[in-house]
């Protein structure tokens, strides 16, 4: 059973940064892609980003493009979401997935979810 945590998120200003942190305690990430998802209150969850096995960015909605970065390391174990020039309509709370498959899953394909982490942007 893969267990997921995600950390890192919080309160910021509009056009500031933050990197979320995606972990499993005792079992490797590496079979897995791994996505990150946002649901904003009222809304639908959504794919945000998704990184292949190999640490390719196999993902990235069009409304978080050239600001929000996919990472991966195998050592650390942890997946990376690094997003910067936030805005307001980012404030959602960030969940990462996992599944070991050979393409980036779909929302209802996925069956390992973190309890989710918090970002708020707001001056």
């Known amino acids: 059973q893969l267990q997921l945590v995600e950390s890192g998120g919080g309160l910021v200003q509009p056009g500031g940064s933050l990197r979320l942190s995606c972990g499993s305690s005792?079992?490797?990430?590496?079979?897995?892609?791994i996505g990150w998802f946002r649901q904003a209150p009222g809304k639908k969850r959504e794919e945000v980003s998704c990184v292949s096995t190999s640490g390719i960015s196999a993902y990235v909605a069009d409304s978080v493009k050239g600001r929000f970065t996919i990472s991966r390391d195998s050592v650390e174990n942890m997946v990376y979401l690094q997003m910067n020039s936030l805005k307001p309509e980012d404030t959602a709370i960030y969940y990462c997935?996992?599944?070991?498959?050979?393409?980036?899953?779909?929302?209802?394909?996925?069956?390992?979810w973190g309890q989710g982490t918090q970002v708020t942007v707001s001056s």
């Open positions: 005792g079992k490797s990430l590496d079979d897995y892609f």
């Open positions: 997935a996992a599944l070991q498959a050979n393409k980036c899953p779909t929302l209802y394909e996925y069956n390992y």
